[in-house]
């Protein structure tokens, strides 16, 4: 036996929250390590002691092997848990633990070795007769083998990943490839195979012990996936419900993968499959996997208690338990569907999900979050924000529960993609079980729960709310009716923007109440609450404001509205042509000067953020007339990037006379 | 706490028949309101607009704090006269930037908002109220000046309106001007007064005498930018202190010059305040038709002040006239309403002795008005009717607290002047649409004039013509019921505005706090006379 007394989580957010819970329940102690931007996040606060990691990001923080060993020194911690991303497939990190006399929860350094290498791996699991996709040789690849997918060797987690359609992409794309695989790992190897642009992802849980027991918990399937990261995850996998002899095909390729590499503690096998029963073996995660609740719920076992005890030498007991109904877990990213998924960051004012969940609960309907109200979500790491899992006898009953829960959360801050969530929830393909990786590339999907008509009723709501709170606010006559007036002349008028545009919203306000000029009829309208009546039917708007952002919660979801000043300062409007940063991140490089004629769609520069390059293209043709950034500037959404003076504009002969 | 009992029964069929006769006239009320709110017209308004340019109550919406109250005042001015309803001009209380003010604004789609008789009595009233409450005067200009036909009636006084601007100035209170359009001829003035000038790019017109007067007067050849043009105010002759892009830009900067003047109210600070007990939805059936039936003004008392309470002064003493003490909106007032509509000898005292009291520790004072007058008769004469009125009037005519008038009722004869009617200076007074004031009642000035035809044809020896005198009486009758009604009264200025009743408390409130921006002015120099 291996006595741990205190564990160091070498990771952030809702995974060390979830390993510190697991902790406590074991009785160990914990240190969190944590780097500057996330010095008030949850985590640092409910671990027993944490570490301060310098920097902002996370090659500087978490990424940072020394750092993390000499905080594990300094707090006394006698075993690391990695989490998973960081450095929890790092073997030459497992080896610095193993060295420094802790214990690493997780495998071997060898097993992570043979697996980390997503080429070889495939080799080594071909070689034990594990069906994978050939490997192909980007050099001479035949326009019939198209469309190809490019990945990273060193990959995961969706990044270096481009599909290719057209051969004459492929350079440029390696190209890309290669440069952000370099950039996220290090590592800027990159293979080709073939692309199944409608598959199935299944992947197989798995648990050993070091006396060479494996458990084959059960597979997931996390069909539902955009840019090739997983966004839904379910257990069972619907598609294996369907084809039993695929789900005994997995079982037996997982052991065989799991047995063949010696490995131990908790690892995941994923495979790519189709609905003619066809799998392919993709890679095997050496680690605990984002989606693991999902394996928790249906099979009762804490996997991360598991791992802690195996990590402790306590073999595998008993038979692997039985599975029992049906968990589904949805991602709650702070991105936005609708702009490609481009991550969003900003102050978290809320998250909050009604009543029926119990956090980090194994069973039922669970949160897992590593945010909390009033965290700031920042560029320096995944954005996202919970995950929500539930769990109940049959699937429809579960996919049902979560989108409940998720049409009535209360998450307010950075634009998510909660709406996308339930309606992937509510999607037919989905429900009958036969949705596949293309799922998210639906644009209906993308499209927010609150529209048209009742978005407009949304925003009477937070515009009636803000009347309130402003009122409320003021010092002078405010004891006195709202809007008073012996000789009515002409409704009030509040202006706020939502996302299908502009609303304004003008009102009365009458002896009996407020009245909507264009609306439904208001039953209450107060600063955190206003009451709407359509056809006698009343629906309960809760608002809540902060500065001159509103977030409007009722029973058909939510939506956000920025109130709009009712004045506007002409010297306060930015000149015509500039060009905003559309989000938060570092400009990585320019393709212009000042002084350069460009075309409209020309890309200008480029803004990284969240490891993701995203472009700036000028929005008309003309002349760069100010270029106030340079690479490596750090930007906020809205900063000035560019200033373009119209090719033909009255600016461009602004020329000394 | 004194809360009051009331005896009202709003399932009574008097009840039931005062409320639908008092909503009657309130829908006559709103007709005429709205003629002020159309101006000139929907002819005139849509060439305004077409113009881009916002109607005057547009302007003044967007000029005060988003859903904050707003009292206009003297909307009917000029009611009943050959000029359109309202005077061509908007002018009220409302907030601005946090700051209550006084807005003046012209009504360009009324003849482009040229000054007519009733223009000028209604600013003067603005003014005077800005002067005495201590209220920051914001101008919203667009006239085209005189209404030249009736230059004569307005000319000589009209000078007042640019003396009591800088008055005000002079006092302490601040003036501000957002020119909108045309300000020529002595409209020049209003921004030449003001302290703070806005004026508006291509649209402000700001001169003495425009292009043809100038060609007339020197022979020069000019165009109206280099006139007055607001670029040419803001950067040659600096009468302009801003210059703004558009209408909203320019109130922008009104609203940005308001809340920078370090506005301070000077008076008296409001408790909290406690909406009343009785509903106020019932101020509806307490007053009739026929002002000869009394009506208990507790009642009314009841439904306008804080928590229904209400502390009586003297209430075995000259009961036909109710005083005492209240709150409202948290301003602490004292009160004297008319019972029983006759003021005696010592209702007379009794009024005598109360506004004393309310002088000693600085209280204002709220009339409310039901009265016929004062009583009149062989006893009442030889008991001292006269002296003891005289006491009252002499009591209200130099009271220094503010004074509220509300007339709700009857309010005849030199009883409207004891209970601080229009010529008493009353800081606010209005009026209920079921009021009516006059030198005697329709019927006893008709009477009085036949018995008086009768005694003379009598004396010449001459038959008394039955006919006649019945025709003028019913003529009479016709005549002095119409001048007594509150719309003419109105129309001539001499209220601030018809309110409905159930407005009463907050009009009251908004009043009370916009009088609290003033410090309350020194006491007189005697101790209290017992009466």
């Known amino acids: 036996m291996i006595e741990i007394s205190s564990v160091l989580i070498a990771n952030r957010g809702e995974i060390a929250r979830r390993v510190i819970v697991a902790c406590r329940q074991l009785g160990l102690a914990t240190v969190a390590v944590f780097g500057d931007p996330d010095a008030g996040s949850p985590h640092v606060a409910e671990a027993d002691r944490a570490v301060r990691l310098p920097g902002r990001s996370a090659a500087e923080t978490y990424l940072d092997q020394q750092a993390v060993l000499a905080a594990a020194a300094a707090a006394g911690a006698d075993a690391v848990h990695p989490g998973y991303g960081f450095l929890s497939e790092d073997a030459g990190f497992a080896r610095s633990v193993l060295k420094a006399g802790l214990t690493w929860i997780g495998p071997t350094p060898e097993a992570i070795e043979l697996m980390g290498d997503k080429v070889s791996a495939k080799r080594l699991m071909a070689e034990a007769g594990v069906p994978v996709l050939a490997e192909l040789d980007p050099a001479d690849l035949a326009e019939a083998e198209l469309p190809v997918l490019i990945k990273a060797s060193a990959g995961g987690g969706g990044r270096g990943m481009r599909v290719v359609h057209a051969l004459a992409e492929l350079p440029a794309e390696l190209d890309r490839a290669r440069a952000e695989a370099e950039r996220a790992f290090g590592d800027g190897r990159v293979f080709c195979e073939r692309y199944l642009a409608r598959g199935r992802h299944l992947e197989v849980q798995v648990l050993a012990d070091a006396a060479g027991a494996v458990w084959i918990l059960g597979e997931r399937e996390c069909s539902v996936q955009r840019r090739h990261q997983k966004v839904i995850e379910e257990a069972p996998s619907p598609l294996a419900e369907q084809l039993p002899e695929l789900r005994s095909r997995l079982y037996e390729a997982a052991g065989t993968a799991a047995r063949s590499i010696g490995y131990l503690g908790a690892g995941t096998v994923e495979f790519i499959c189709d609905t003619e029963g066809n799998c392919y073996f993709l890679e095997m995660n050496t680690r605990l996997q984002v989606e693991h609740p999902v394996t928790e719920a249906v099979t009762g076992l804490d996997l991360v208690q598991a791992q802690l005890r195996i990590a402790m030498g306590r073999p595998l007991t008993g038979e692997p338990p039985r599975l029992t109904g049906h968990a589904v877990e949805a991602r709650l990213y702070a991105e936005d569907p609708a702009a490609g998924w481009q991550p969003q960051t900003g102050i978290l004012h809320a998250l909050e999900f009604p009543d029926e969940h119990s956090t980090f609960a194994v069973s039922g309907l669970r949160v897992d979050s590593g945010v909390t109200a009033g965290s700031q979500v920042h560029p320096y790491a995944d954005p996202m924000l919970a995950k929500v899992i539930s769990h109940a006898p049959d699937r429809a009953t579960a996919i049902r529960q979560l989108a409940g829960v998720l049409r009535r959360a209360r998450v307010h801050g950075p634009v998510t993609n909660r709406d996308q969530l339930v309606r992937v929830l509510q999607d037919r393909a989905f429900l009958d079980g036969v949705a596949d990786t293309a799922l998210l590339a639906a644009a209906e999907l993308a499209a927010p729960l609150v529209a048209g008509d009742l978005e407009r009723r949304y925003a009477a709501a937070a515009a009636l709310a803000a009347a309130a709170s402003d009122r409320a606010a003021g010092t002078v006559l405010a004891d006195l009716p709202s809007g008073w007036r012996n000789v009515p002349t002409t409704p009030q008028r509040r202006a706020v923007a939502g996302h299908g545009g502009r609303h304004e919203i003008a009102y009365w306000h009458r002896r009996a109440g407020i009245e909507l000029v264009d609306g439904p009829e208001v039953v209450a309208a107060g600063p955190d609450e206003v009451v709407l009546s359509v056809a006698g039917v009343q629906s309960r708007l809760r608002v809540s404001r902060h500065g001159d952002r509103c977030w409007v919660d009722g029973p058909d979801g939510s939506a956000a509205f920025t109130l709009l000043p009712r004045f506007t300062d002409p010297a306060a409007a930015a000149p015509t042509g500039s060009l905003l940063a559309p989000l938060p991140g570092s400009v990585l490089r320019l393709a212009v000067a000042a002084g350069d004629r460009v075309r409209r769609g020309q890309p200008l520069l480029w803004i990284e953020a969240m490891k993701m390059e995203h472009p700036v293209a000028a929005a008309e043709d003309g002349v760069i007339g100010e270029l106030p950034v340079g690479p490596g500037s750090q930007v906020a959404v809205g900063d000035l990037l560019a200033v373009i003076v119209p090719a033909d504009g009255a600016g461009a002969a602004a020329e000394p006379a | ?531």
Not at chain 2, 194 to 223: N, Q, Y
Not at chain 2, 306 to 333: C, I, M, N, Q
Not at chain 2, 512 to 521: E, G, K
Request: hydrophobic share 45%; glycine share 10%; with cysteine.
């Open chain 2, 1 to 531: 706490m004194t809360t009051i009992r009331s005896l009202l029964d709003p399932r009574s069929p008097a009840f039931l028949a005062n409320r639908e006769a008092m909503l009657a006239k309130l829908a006559e009320l709103d007709a005429e309101h709205a003629k002020a709110v159309a101006g000139g017209g929907p002819k005139y308004a849509d060439r305004h607009r077409a113009r881009g340019k916002l109607l005057v109550r547009e302007r003044i919406e967007l000029l005060l704090d988003a859903d904050s109250p707003f009292l206009e005042l003297s909307p009917l001015a000029g009611w009943g006269s050959d000029f359109a309803v309202g005077g061509s001009v908007v002018t009220g209380i409302g907030v601005v930037s946090g700051v209550e003010c006084l807005i003046v604004a012209n009504d360009p789609t009324v003849k482009g908002g040229a000054s007519n008789p009733w223009t000028l009595r209604k600013i003067f009233r603005a003014n005077d109220i800005a002067l005495a409450n201590r209220l920051p005067m914001i101008s919203l200009v667009e006239s085209g000046g005189a209404d030249l036909p009736t230059q004569q009636e307005i000319f000589i006084p009209g000078g007042r309106l640019f003396r009591d601007l800088t008055r005000l100035s002079a006092a302490g209170i601040p003036t501000v001007a957002l020119v909108f359009g045309n300000s020529t001829a002595g409209g020049a003035y209003v921004p030449g007064m003001s302290d703070h000038t806005v004026m508006i790019g291509e649209r402000s017109k700001v001169f003495l005498a425009g292009p043809p007067l100038v060609r007339m007067a020197t022979g020069e050849d000019s165009d109206e930018e280099a006139l007055g043009g607001a670029r040419m105010h803001a950067e040659v002759s600096g009468l302009a202190d801003y210059l703004a892009v558009d209408e909203q830009d320019a109130i922008r900067i009104g609203r940005r010059i308001v809340a920078r003047l370090n506005w301070r109210k000077q008076g008296t600070v409001p408790a909290e305040s406690l909406p009343p007990r009785q509903d106020p939805e019932e101020l509806l059936g307490i007053v009739g038709t026929d002002l000869r039936i009394p009506f208990d003004p507790r009642e009314i008392i009841a439904r306008i002040v804080d928590g229904s309470d209400f502390d009586e002064f003297k209430p075995r003493y000259g009961d036909s006239l109710v005083t005492g003490w209240a709150r409202l909106h948290g301003y602490e007032l004292g009160i004297l309403a008319n019972a029983r509509g006759v003021l005696f000898s010592a209702e007379s005292q009794k009024a005598a002795q109360f506004i004393q009291l309310a002088n000693q520790v600085r209280t204002p004072l709220l009339f409310l008005h039901n009265t016929t007058g004062y009583m009149v008769g062989e006893r009442y004469e030889q008991a001292g009717i006269i002296k003891h009125g005289a006491m009252m009037i002499n009591a209200v005519a130099n009271s220094t607290v503010p004074h509220l008038s509300l007339l709700v009722g009857a309010s005849y004869g030199a009883g409207h002047y004891g209970m601080c009617g229009r010529a008493y200076d009353p800081r606010f007074l209005f009026a209920w649409p079921s009021a009516k004031s006059a030198v005697m009642g329709p019927h006893q000035l008709a009477g009085v004039l036949s018995i008086v035809a009768r005694a003379a044809a009598e004396a010449r020896g001459q038959a008394f013509d039955e006919q006649g005198d019945a025709a003028m009486r019913a003529y009479v009758e016709g005549q002095i019921e119409t001048e007594s009604l509150p719309m003419a009264l109105s129309g001539m200025l001499y209220d601030d505005g018809i309110v409905d009743p159930r407005d009463t408390r907050t009009v009251l409130g908004l009043c009370l706090s916009a009088i609290a921006s003033a410090p309350l002015p020194e006491p007189a120099g005697f101790g209290v006379f017992r009466m």
